[in-house]
């Protein structure tokens, strides 16, 4: 089979998106991973002085990798002075790093607009830089800036500037579309000229941005006409719109092209390992992301779910635990008995045929209403369980009151007072909190922590409220999606009501009873 290489750029391109920082631990925490499975190249960033580079390039010296390359990454010499002058390549080469990327100009654009540099003294920066680390014994792989741009301007300078860094030395040349301007059959017919030019010599690589929804596409354009090297960011980090989404190219191209890319080890450890890599960067996962996504392998139509039990061909592109993540089937009104008896299940719930039909009754009757499942198994699990008759309630409300008060300096107050019976025992408090729903949780929660101390380590980690349009001819309704957890479990709750506080109520009561509820397994939340 033949191979095609991964080299990632997270560390660096990846850093440009919006909230990205990390430190270099964290750093190099990354290229562990990213070594685990199986990514060949990891592109470090530039070995300055600063003293978090310092840090971080010594910290990745340290490391025992199992196969990954490390690249120190920086540019071509400044015009007007030599390479061996030039103080940046002198701590390129100065580096651990075995392979120095390059960046360098291929655009005339640029060349008149920005830099101001002749079409020849940039040939003459391109080849001086790398044949300079060449000689001091660094691999060289050349990113040619804006080369689509550039090629779609003028074909036989981008062309040139190429062909310099190839005669200097440069043993990857990777085509960059740094302003992710190109579509697919660009790509297609630059790379195929750029193959049929210099494919003998060198290796090429393809570098691409998301700004027109197409990096995995151009970047598998690009391997299909000979580049062998891809470079991306795990989930298409980076600025603007993203780099070329690694997470999705690795499986089409070894799942989908017969490439060579990893082992189908590593291949099985890439939900884990991006999701890893999302709570690393501080990212929120997303839940529709090609393969690794939550939703990827997600069912919800009654048929759809047919389907899968008769073969799962029938709607998934591929098996889920290829990549490591696994089929989801989702409540729905849409789901038969047999769905929710498989949901019922996964919560360690018996439920009869009877009992199970009132389930599927009860979800069409809440769907009706402005319910939504998916995002709140939690509450779902409650649900099953009052069918299932294993339901027990934390409580019994009286009543309760919250008073909003602004004052003529602009203050805003608010209070809860809660009347409930917890175990046969009645209670009266009463919080005040920054918000109406935060009183009620600090009032709630006071009645009932007495009871039941473990309920005050909850915290509630999301609060998502949607106002539905007047679908069933009510009238506006609020829905309201509660995210909790307890330090070792995450589940979502949802409340519906035309009333805001009384939507809340629900979802935090729901939330209360679910972490309440005596379970053998969890359902996944
Ligand atoms: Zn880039």
Redesign the pocket.
């Known amino acids: 089979m033949e191979q095609v290489k991964l080299y990632d750029?997270t560390l660096r391109?990846g850093m440009q998106g919006e909230g990205m920082s990390l430190s270099a631990s964290e750093k190099a925490r990354v290229v562990q991973a990213l070594d685990k499975l199986g990514v060949q190249m990891i592109e470090a960033g530039f070995p300055s002085s600063n003293p978090k580079e310092v840090e971080l390039f010594e910290q990745l010296a340290e490391l025992r990798l199992e196969q990954a390359t490390i690249c120190a990454f920086g540019m071509t010499r400044r015009r007007d002075a030599s390479a061996e002058d030039d103080p940046a390549l002198a701590t390129l080469v100065g580096s651990f790093a075995p392979v120095v990327t390059l960046v360098g100009k291929t655009w005339s654009l640029h060349l008149e607009k920005v830099t101001k540099v002749s079409r020849e003294e940039n040939l003459a920066m391109v080849a001086d830089s790398i044949a300079f680390c060449r000689a001091q014994g660094k691999r060289v792989v050349y990113d040619a800036e804006h080369f689509f741009d550039g090629y779609r301007d003028d074909p036989g300078y981008a062309l040139e500037c190429l062909q310099a860094a190839a005669e200097a030395g440069a043993e990857n040349l990777a085509l960059?579309d740094?302003n992710g301007s190109s579509l697919p059959d660009q790509i297609a017919a630059a790379t195929a000229a750029v193959a049929a030019r210099l494919g003998e010599r060198v290796e090429l690589g393809i570098?691409v941005?998301d700004d027109a929804g197409c990096g995995v596409a151009n970047s598998l354009a690009a391997v299909r006409e000979g580049a062998r090297t891809v470079q991306g960011t795990i989930n298409g980090y980076?600025e603007r719109c993203g780099?070329a989404n690694l997470t999705s190219i690795l499986p089409a191209l070894q799942l989908k092209l017969g490439f060579e890319v990893v082992s189908a080890e590593q291949l099985a450890s890439l939900t884990e390992t991006v999701h890893f890599l999302d709570e690393l960067c501080n990212v929120t996962q997303n839940p529709d992301a090609p393969y690794v996504g939550r939703n990827a392998f997600a069912h919800k139509g009654g048929m759809h779910v047919a389907g899968i039990e008769a073969d799962a061909r029938t709607f998934e592109h591929i098996d889920p635990a290829l990549v490591g993540n696994q089929r989801n089937v989702l409540p729905s009104e849409l789901s038969g008995k047999a769905t929710i008896r498989d949901q019922a299940e996964r919560a360690g719930l018996e439920l009869d045929d009877a009992a199970a039909a009132r389930a599927v009754e009860r979800l069409k009757e809440r769907e009706h209403r402005g319910y939504h499942y998916e995002a709140a198994p939690a509450s779902f699990e409650l649900l099953l369980r009052r069918e299932a008759g294993t339901y027990q309630p934390l409580f019994r409300l009286e009543s309760f009151r919250v008073v909003v008060e602004k004052h003529a300096g602009g203050e805003v107050t608010t209070e809860a007072t809660i009347k409930v019976e917890v175990d046969g025992q009645r209670y009266f408090r009463a919080a005040e909190g920054n918000g109406p729903v935060n009183a009620l949780d600090r009032a709630l929660r006071a009645a009932i922590v007495d009871r039941y101390p473990h309920l005050a380590d909850i915290e509630l980690t999301n609060y998502k409220v949607r106002i539905l349009d007047e679908a069933h001819g009510t009238g506006a309704v609020t829905r309201v999606l509660l995210d909790s957890a307890d330090g070792e479990r995450e589940w979502g709750t949802i409340g519906v009501s035309e009333n805001i506080i009384e939507a809340s109520w629900q979802a935090l009561v729901d939330s209360l009873e679910y972490a309440f509820q005596p379970r053998p397994e969890r359902l996944r939340a």
């Open positions: 750029t391109d960059c740094t570098h941005h980076g780099n």
